[in-house]
């Protein structure tokens, strides 16, 4: 939640009058000084001078990424189940309350709404990294889009995130992740082989269905299933370390055994290096929009989710398990290499067969720091 101060020259009244004599600070006051940039269906975007752009990573879910890059704050594609909608909770100007686990009834609130409505642009973000870089081990992990997804469709008219890549194609020695849902991404086709070149990347294309009519449910403003395949087949034939993520896996939704095989076996004739899933993690911001949409969409499966998630955010340890062990059956009947964490980046990604999957046409160039990356990792 945002922190507040005593009143400063500023007239508190004239930005929020309901606090009286405090004001926003932090995070809450670069919202509030934000100014208008852009407009989309039902979304305002706007330019937040932000201090930092490297985030160091703390995460209840011990991810081993150190440090995370988010080119925006809040996201357009509008994910049903996405756990980043607690960012959003620092922009406020005054405390908010989440409802606890095991409340089902709960409406969604505004500024989880605002998360894919209101979204910020981070216009001195290549900056930033040029100065942060300088500071850290290379070696940590690096992800770029861990709590937004930095090629949603303002990323073509502001280009954030090409700026941020073309910082790292002048650095060398550092191990770098992308995770997005928009092919978009090949786009940077250019930046990514060069980047490649000096410096471990591996890419992630998130999937999180096979089917078109559930994906425009569950993510109303992405890409096409389609699309994304189609994304990892170039990315590979570019030569580019690329793999699926199915996830989040949603109990009765999308964790069937036919569900996961339409993933993995596109994935696998897109030539994809990995195929990684997860279940769904289930924060405080999201739950009401979620259950909302288990109402509205699978009224069956309400109890089902009342049960699972009564009184913690994660999946318990008995469905990861049996989740865990269908993904490690379905790489090996498609050759996929497999995701041994939650980790999105490069130190947990090997071959099923113990060698790199091969992409269906590569490429020759951006090779010197892929070629072994599944074999040492």
Partial sequence: MAKIEASSPITPDTLFPILGDRLPVGLARLAAEATHADDGHLIEFKAMQARSILNKSVSKRKLSLAYSINPFRGCEFGCKYCYARYTHEFLQPAPIVTPPPGTYDAPQQSWALAFEREIYLKENAAWLLEQELKKIDPRDEIAIGTATDPYQPIERRVGITRSLLEVFVRRQGHRLGIITKSNLITRDIDLLQQIAARNTLVLHITITTADAALARKLEPRAPRPDLRFAAVKKLREAGLTTGVLCSPLLPGINDSLRSLEAVSSRAAAAGASFLGAHPLFLKSCSRPTWLSFVREHFPDLQPEYQRRY?????????????????????CRKHGLGERSSDALLTRHVYAAAGAPRKPPAPARSAQSAQTTLFATA
Wanted: charged content about 25%; cysteine-free.
């Fill in 310 to 330: 009564a009184s913690m955010d994660f999946a318990d340890s008995a469905y990861r398990n049996r989740m865990a062990s269908l993904l490690r059956q379905l």
